[in-house]
């Protein structure tokens, strides 16, 4: 597996994404995302598998592989752990680069936009009990995401993409917003299903009496 240094702390998000996807190598391994955010670590990660999944969710069943890796990042945050740790054979897991230019080319410009109003504020959104909540709800998210739903994982991906987004970046009103996507996603789930055993209880009613 090629190992690579970009020093990305240095540099926009954007642009180490690029970076990443102008390399010749015909594969991109795990273990070289990993190493290639750098200190941004568990918030980048999320953001690039928050957004992979979130492209891929009107796919049933890719998610639920693309999800495996999210899932463990999101975890660490739940365990306060310092340092990111994936099994050997998931750093040696690849994909086609071509798929990853693809996959970035489609959202590039709303992360760049989003990424030139973000700045460190409100520090107590991105508090280290703050990170351990995150870690908690992203992770119910993740296991969402993994089921095999047909276009159901795409608000959820996108809630972990923007909680990464705030915590790479130590913002707080991102991270704000997240939480507000959230408890609309949960609203919207409950009246959903009220919706669904009213229509179903109508309907057996309906069918008692005529019969």
């Not at 009990?129 to 709800?137: D, H, K, P, T």
Request: hydrophobic content about 50%; overall charge neutral; some cysteine.
């Amino acid at each position: 597996m090629p190992d690579y240094d970009y020093q990305s702390d240095a540099r926009p998000f954007s642009t180490v994404l690029d970076d990443i996807g102008a390399k010749t190598d015909d594969k991109l391994y795990l273990g070289e995302l990993i190493n290639a955010f750098g200190e941004r670590g568990f918030g980048a990660l999320m953001v690039f598998f928050g957004l992979i999944n979130a492209i891929a969710s009107p796919i049933p069943g890719s998610t639920t592989l693309l999800g495996a890796p999210l899932l463990v990042i999101c975890l660490h945050l739940v365990t306060r752990r310092d340092q990111l740790w994936m099994p050997a054979w998931a750093l040696k897991t690849s994909l086609p680069r071509s798929s990853y230019r693809a996959t970035i080319d489609k959202v590039r410009k709303p992360l760049i936009q989003i990424e030139r109003l973000s700045r460190p504020r409100f520090s107590i959104m991105s508090s280290e009990v703050s990170e351990v909540l995150i870690g908690i709800v992203t992770s119910l998210l993740t296991v969402i995401i993994m089921l095999p739903l047909f276009g159901g994982n795409l608000f959820p991906s996108l809630f972990v993409a923007l909680f990464g987004f705030g915590l790479m970046q130590r913002d707080g009103a991102l991270i704000g917003a997240a939480w507000l996507g959230v408890a609309g996603f949960c609203v919207f789930v409950w009246a959903a299903w009220s919706l669904i055993v009213s229509a179903t209880t109508f309907s057996l009613q309906w069918i008692q009496q005529v019969f």
